[in-house]
Structure formats: C-alpha cells, structure tokens
C-alpha cells in the first residue's frame, strides 16, 4: 500500500492527519499534523489493529470498517476517536476502500481535528477540497489484461488503446451503464507512459455548478470570502490523466472554459490574473449516445468533436454474448476467492438463463447476479433457485406470452419460458439442430434432449 501513501501525502497541507488500514484493519500507515493529539505517534500504532489502539470504537461505529466491508465510502462524517491512552478527539473524516483488480484490500481515512485542546475550530478549510483531492485514486489498478474478453469489437478495441495509448490526444469513452468505462480508463492509465502520475477522477454529475469553476481550475486567496490558494483538479493531475465522467452533464458555459484547456493546456485559478501551464491528458466519459447529447444541446459541439480525436465505444453486453460464459468463470473464481467458497460450476439451466437474458445493466449486473447466487447457493453448483426472482420475472415480461402463467411455480414459469425460446430459435433455423444447438450454446445432445422434453418437433 506504500504508493497509496505515497500518492495522497500531498494532501498533508490541507489535512491532520491520514491513516491506512489493510483488510485485517492493522494500520499500515499513519501521519499526523499534531503528534500531540491524543499523544499518539507513529511508533504508536504502525502494525496495531485500529480496534486495539481505539478501543472504545465498535465495529458497527466505524465508518473505516464499514468501508472496508462494504465497498463505500463515506465523506465529511464525524467522529470521536478516543486512544488506548484514554485522550479522545473530535475529528471530520473521510474514509475511501482502496480497490486492487476489484478486491477490498484496505482503507485510506483522512481527518481534520474539531476544537483541537479547547482552541476555536479550524475548520475553516473548505471540505469540498478535500472530496477533489481524495476522488478516486484508488481503484487504478486495471490493465488491459483485465478486460476479460474474446468478442471480436473488444479485442479490436482493446489493440487500438495499446496502440494510442501515448497520444496526447483527448479521449472520448461512450458506452451504457455498467459497460466498464473506468476499466477502459484504468487501463488506458496503465499502459501509457503517465503510468507513474497521477490519474485522478471526477464524476461531473457530482460537481455543483457553482462550484465547478474552483473545483477545475483552484483558487487564489481572496478571490471570494473565504478562499485559499488551492490547486484545481488540473494541477493535481499534471502529468498525468484528468477522467470526467459523464462530461453531458457538466453546464454548457462551464464546457466552454474546459475546451479553453483543452485546446491551448493552460488554466487560469479563479481570482487569479496568470495562467498556469499544465500537461493533462483528458479523457471524458458519457453514458448517453454522444450524437444525442449534440442534438439536444447537453453538450458543445465544439467541444465534442474536440474530445472526438481517439473515441472509444463499449459495446453493451448484450451485443457481446460471447463473453457471457467467459465473465460467469471469471466471477465464479473471483467470488470463490473473495467469499473463501469452492463453487465448481454452474447448472445448465443457469448457463442457458443468464446467455438467454439480455443484461440491461450490462457486465456490472452480470457481476451483481453472480455475486447474489453465491450468497444463495450453499453448494458447489449455483441453480436455478439461486437466481434472483426479479431477474426470472423479466425474462418473464420481456418475452410476449398469451399463457395464463397463474399459479405456476417459478421453475415452471422458467421453464415455459425456456421452451418458448428453444422453440423460436429452431424454427428460425428451420429446424437444424446443429445452427440451433451453436446460437443457444447447448451441445447437440443437450439441445436433443431439450426437445424431447418439450415435445418439440
């Protein structure tokens, strides 16, 4: 966790403290402003548990083990923290998981002291700072390799990333809801030579308007009430890569000032008469069709074709089936190893479900489902049962059904199902048992005995 560490010790200007905890909460790393708060140091607590150096701090009262648990983090929330020694301290706090390939492996906690030894608080500082400088630096450790894949669009797509990996280009980064857009951009970080530097992300949706101006480009002291000279966005990724996700929601005049940057790669902070000269590569993300967003004026035209220069679209999972049965290993064995369960394989009646649906949540569904059956299931074999209802009742609706399905159990109401799809697919193939058995992905033996059982001929 050292380059964890390492990458976020240019917050200690504006913060007290910072603290990293492994998945065992052991305190791997530890900093403070004020050694003298709550008398603690880092000979203190290096290699203790956070439970035994704060003792009266419950599991379920600790938002770091809540983050570390659950995946989430938690901002701005407060908390009083009282040491072995029996000092106690007020303090604002932000916890975020670190994320390797997707695994929980510890927490980052960065704190500002409340009302230090009776003195007036200071917490002057501007806590949406805070939020920009610990946005999600976290989760960068996706190569191309874990992109997990055997479509043809995604391999194509994943060659033309190695390939353009350096250019300095803009980056544009279109694909629905849980398609793996910030994979795409973790593993575009990873393969250029910016590797080293900062990758720093920001979901624009997130950025009140009002704030966006400072939150881009920093401010100087004096610029409003209030204000402090504190770097923007730009200037923490310098270097490095700058992702603003869902880019269509940012204001149209806000859009403008970026293109500024984009075209000339100078910034200028809010207040401040001199501009900065900064290296950035940009890349902005959206989840609605980009021509779309033109068109109805969600974004600049300018500006799109200016982000347009290397664009890269994410088919959504149901145009790649392919890899359905490839992600189901790859979440089996991932979950096996996150859960400590031994799963060996799944039934063929959920293989044929889970090819069969059409995955509206794309690839994060797919992982969300799997996840569930694991919690489900009790054996080594994820079935039909371990599926969640809502998802067998979608298939259900999405499929035309003049049937009266009233008081059918859901294994029949699957399996009218499962017999009206093998029905259609054979007589659009008219009725060869080979073109049908290769677009279900079932065995000709398989697809044979399915028909005998459903008496189709």
Same mark, same amino acid.
């Given at each position: 966790?050292?380059?964890?560490?390492?990458?976020?010790?240019?917050?200690?200007?504006?913060?007290?403290?910072?603290?990293?905890?492994?998945?065992?909460?052991?305190?791997?790393?530890?900093?403070?402003? !004020?050694?003298?708060?709550?008398?603690?140091?880092?000979?203190?607590?290096?290699?203790?548990?956070?439970?035994?150096?704060?003792?009266?701090?419950?599991?379920?009262?600790?938002?770091?083990?809540?983050?570390?648990?659950?995946?989430?983090?938690?901002?701005? !929330?407060?908390?009083?923290?009282?040491?072995?020694?029996?000092?106690?301290?007020?303090?604002?706090?932000?916890?975020?998981?670190?994320?390797?390939?997707?695994?929980?492996?510890?927490?980052?906690?960065?704190?500002?002291?409340? #009302?230090? &030894?009776?003195?007036?608080?200071?917490? +002057?500082? #501007?806590?949406?700072?805070?939020?920009?400088?610990?946005?999600?630096?976290?989760?960068?450790?996706?190569?191309? #390799?874990?992109?997990?894949?055997?479509?043809?669009?995604?391999?194509?797509?994943?060659?033309?990333?190695?390939? $353009?990996?350096? &250019?300095?280009?803009?980056?544009?980064?279109?694909?629905?809801?849980?398609?793996?857009?910030?994979?795409?951009?973790?593993?575009?970080?990873?393969?250029?030579?910016?590797?080293?530097?900062?990758? %720093?992300?920001?979901?624009?949706?997130?950025?009140?308007?009002?704030?966006?101006?400072?939150?881009?480009?920093?401010?100087? +002291?004096? +610029?409003?009430?209030?204000?402090?000279?504190?770097?923007?966005?730009?200037?923490?990724?310098?270097?490095?890569?700058?992702?603003?996700?869902?880019?269509?929601?940012?204001?149209?005049?806000?859009?403008?000032?970026?293109?500024?940057?984009?075209?000339?790669? $100078?910034?200028?902070?809010?207040?401040?008469?001199?501009?900065?000269?900064?290296?950035?590569?940009?890349?902005?993300?959206?989840?609605?069709?980009?021509?779309?967003?033109?068109?109805?004026?969600? %974004?600049?035209?300018?500006?799109?074709?200016?982000?347009?220069?290397?664009?890269? #679209?994410?088919?959504?999972?149901?145009?790649?089936?392919?890899? %359905?049965?490839?992600?189901?290993? !790859?979440?089996?064995?991932?979950?096996?190893?996150?859960?400590?369960?031994?799963?060996? +394989?799944?039934?063929?009646?959920?293989?044929?479900?889970?090819?069969?649906?059409? &995955?509206?949540?794309?690839?994060?569904?797919?992982?969300?489902?799997?996840?569930?059956?694991?919690?489900?299931?009790?054996? $080594?074999?994820?079935?039909?049962?371990?599926?969640?209802?809502?998802?067998?009742?979608?298939?259900?609706?999405?499929?035309?059904?003049?049937?009266?399905? $009233?008081?059918?159990?859901?294994?029949?109401?699957?399996?009218?199902?499962?017999?009206?799809?093998?029905?259609?697919?054979?007589?659009?193939?008219?009725?060869?048992?080979?073109?049908?058995?290769?677009?279900?992905?079932?065995?000709?033996?398989?697809?044979?005995?399915?028909?005998?059982?459903?008496?189709?001929?």
């Amino acid at each position: 966790m050292n380059q964890y560490f390492e990458q976020n010790l240019r917050l200690v200007d504006y913060i007290d403290g910072m603290m990293i905890v492994d998945k065992n909460c052991v305190i791997k790393h530890y900093y403070t402003a !004020y050694p003298n708060v709550g008398q603690l140091e880092e000979k203190d607590v290096l290699n203790k548990n956070l439970f035994e150096v704060y003792p009266h701090l419950t599991r379920e009262g600790s938002y770091i083990y809540r983050a570390l648990k659950t995946g989430e983090s938690f901002i701005n !929330y407060e908390q009083e923290y009282t040491s072995y020694k029996g000092v106690a301290v007020r303090a604002s706090c932000t916890a975020l998981p670190i994320k390797e390939q997707g695994e929980i492996t510890g927490v980052i906690d960065m704190v500002l002291y409340k #009302d230090i &030894w009776g003195q007036d608080k200071r917490l +002057s500082f #501007d806590m949406n700072l805070l939020n920009i400088l610990a946005t999600d630096r976290i989760n960068q450790s996706s190569t191309l #390799d874990d992109i997990v894949t055997q479509d043809p669009r995604m391999l194509a797509l994943k060659n033309r990333i190695l390939s $353009t990996t350096d &250019w300095n280009a803009p980056v544009l980064v279109y694909g629905k809801t849980g398609t793996g857009k910030e994979l795409i951009v973790n593993a575009i970080h990873k393969s250029s030579s910016r590797r080293n530097k900062p990758l %720093i992300k920001q979901n624009c949706a997130a950025i009140p308007s009002t704030l966006l101006e400072s939150i881009l480009f920093g401010t100087v +002291s004096g +610029s409003f009430t209030g204000a402090k000279d504190t770097p923007g966005l730009f200037e923490l990724a310098d270097g490095g890569i700058l992702f603003l996700d869902e880019i269509n929601s940012m204001e149209l005049e806000a859009q403008a000032k970026l293109l500024r940057v984009l075209e000339d790669g $100078t910034i200028r902070r809010l207040g401040d008469k001199h501009a900065r000269k900064v290296d950035v590569k940009v890349i902005a993300a959206m989840n609605e069709s980009p021509e779309m967003c033109v068109k109805e004026k969600k %974004i600049r035209e300018d500006i799109y074709y200016r982000l347009c220069v290397l664009r890269y #679209d994410i088919p959504s999972l149901c145009e790649r089936q392919g890899d %359905i049965p490839l992600l189901m290993e !790859y979440f089996r064995t991932y979950y096996n190893r996150q859960l400590s369960r031994n799963v060996l +394989s799944y039934s063929s009646e959920v293989s044929h479900i889970f090819c069969q649906y059409n &995955w509206p949540g794309n690839v994060r569904e797919l992982r969300n489902v799997i996840e569930a059956t694991f919690y489900a299931s009790s054996g $080594t074999t994820i079935m039909q049962s371990d599926i969640p209802e809502y998802m067998l009742s979608k298939m259900l609706h999405c499929t035309p059904c003049s049937e009266d399905i $009233t008081g059918l159990s859901l294994s029949q109401m699957v399996e009218r199902y499962e017999a009206r799809v093998i029905s259609e697919t054979y007589g659009r193939n008219q009725k060869n048992l080979t073109k049908t058995a290769a677009d279900l992905q079932l065995t000709k033996q398989g697809l044979a005995y399915k028909l005998k059982k459903y008496q189709i001929k």
